[in-house]
Nanobody
Framework: QVQLDESGGGLVRPGGSLRLSCQGS????????IGWFRQAPGKEREFVGA????????RMGDSVKGRFTIDRNSAKTTVYLQMNSLKPEDTAVYYC???????????????????WGQGTQVTVSS
């Protein structure tokens, strides 16, 4: 089992950047695909991106491609979501989640993820 803790959210102006962290404890994160999702008020939870347990495969959602990236530290204890060129429509609660799948798989559906963090608020506004 793994526990996840997000941090790094906050208020940023349009065009700015934020870096979110997903700190894992319990099982090593290398045993899970780690995904980022977001949910804005009144909207469904949206896939942002994910990195496979092996670290070989990364998939990003269409709405953030070219602006957001995912990486993890060498100790494989933390996964990061680097968010650049932020827009007001990026405002949401951002969650990281862990999925127990094959090492190179990257599921995009929230239902495939077994463990979730508590979320961190990102607000993009001038």
């Amino acid at each position: 089992q793994v526990q996840l803790d997000e941090s790094g959210g906050g208020l940023v102006r349009p065009g700015g950047s934020l870096r979110l962290s997903c700190q894992g404890s319990g099982d090593p994160l290398s045993g899970y695909c780690i995904g980022w999702f977001r949910q804005a008020p009144g909207k469904e939870r949206e896939f942002v991106g994910a990195i496979s347990g092996s670290g070989v495969n990364i998939r990003m959602g269409d709405s953030v491609k070219g602006r957001f990236t995912i990486d993890r530290n060498s100790a494989k204890t933390t996964v990061y979501l680097q968010m650049n060129s932020l827009k007001p429509e990026d405002t949401a609660v951002y969650y990281c989640a862990a999925s127990q799948v094959l090492p190179n798989w990257v599921p995009t559906e929230a239902a495939a993820y077994n463990y979730w963090g508590q979320g961190t608020q990102v607000t993009v506004s001038s």
